[in-house]
């Protein structure tokens, strides 16, 4: 003779199947979501509540739980229901005007990016409450990755021949690495900027239209001290190895040759 309550049945239709499989194989529901839907599953299949929660490490109570849940409400009954608590002082529209403001506008004083406390000032809200939202969004304004589409065809192989000097350079062999540090802003990209977005930040090339801006080579005399400079025409290659080669750099007072 069956001992205890009797349990309502629980019958599944073809599309509660196949919805609550979806769930149970989902990875990124939550995870006691997808427990939920395992153990339906379960009982659906003919499994007592002691043999379900012996399976999943559980209680009867917790099982015959979700069981009358979903009973009574279907796959609706698997979700947390609201909890008690303080009401929500940030609403939906104060969120998306943040959202809009990070991703689309820039800061009123002039600055490149939003900051935390820029963001919170200009919508009303707590710093502390920005942060969260970015976070939770995966938005990130104050970063920026660079990136470089060449369009050379010997890309490839003038990146090894590069990457060789350093990885097994000739004997006696002097590599020379340069880096523009003008300190001169030429703002313009040379190619468009990839903006930011939900999950990833801000692409930008890492070199300017220069718009006529000179180029100064300089150097250090190690023996007395004495800064070399030469200013010379938007860099290339020959422009380049005629300096190396001729050493063609000139005190501050004088004119190069």
């Not at 199947?17 to 997808?34: D, E, G, K, T, Y």
């Not at 990755?145 to 990885?167: A, H, Q, W």
Request: with cysteine; proline share 5%; net charge neutral.
């Amino acid at each position: 003779m069956a001992m205890g309550r009797p349990k309502a049945d629980l019958v599944l239709s073809d599309e509660e199947q196949a919805q609550l499989q979806s769930i149970a194989r989902s990875r990124s529901l939550p995870a006691a979501l997808v427990r939920r839907a395992d153990m339906v599953l379960a009982c659906a299949a003919g499994a007592t509540n002691s043999a379900v929660a012996r399976r999943f490490g559980t209680t009867n109570a917790t099982v015959g739980k979700w069981r009358q849940r979903f009973v009574a409400r279907r796959i609706e009954g698997l979700h947390d229901e609201l909890r008690p608590g303080k009401p929500r002082s940030i609403d939906d529209e104060r969120i998306a005007a943040l959202l809009n403001m990070t991703l689309h506008a820039r800061p009123k004083d002039g600055a490149t990016h939003w900051s935390v406390r820029g963001l919170a000032a200009e919508i009303g809200i707590g710093k502390t409450s920005v942060h969260r939202f970015l976070q939770a969004f995966g938005l990130q304004p104050h970063r920026r990755d660079s990136f470089k589409l060449s369009t050379d065809p010997f890309f490839i192989e003038k990146l090894r021949d590069v990457v060789g000097l350093y990885l097994n350079p000739p004997d006696k062999a002097l590599v020379l690495c340069l880096d523009e540090k003008s300190q001169i802003q030429a703002l313009e990209r040379t190619q468009p900027l990839l903006p930011l977005g939900f999950g990833y930040v801000e692409g930008v090339t890492h070199d300017y239209l220069r718009h006529g801006t000179t180029t100064l080579f300089a150097a250090l005399d190690l023996l007395d001290g004495t800064v070399l400079a030469l200013t010379g025409c938007p860099m290339d290659d020959f422009f380049f190895s005629d300096v190396t080669s001729q050493g063609r750099c000139c005190g501050p007072s004088e004119e190069p040759s």
